[in-house]
């Protein structure tokens, strides 16, 4: 998720971020899953986490969503 964020970043301001450490901690053990989304599989884990570090990157992905396949609603936080 961290390489994912940086990418993000990089895509979005053409630079890169000032730092880039991210540390997760998932809370308990995260459920894997097989979701069907228009007509194509994605595996993907549903689960707690806290992150720490890069204010810029924890941002971005609060905003834009952890991992992959946002834009089909994959990432999302709360």
Known sequence: MRMNLIRKY??????????TDLEFKFEGQPKSQLVQY??????????EFSVTGSDELIRLGWECGFGEANSKGFGMVK
Request: proline letters at 5%; one cysteine or more; charged letters at 20%.
């Open 38 to 47: 228009k007509g194509t599989h994605h595996h993907c884990y549903v689960g």
């Open 10 to 19: 990089r895509a979005l301001t053409g630079s890169d971020p000032s730092d």
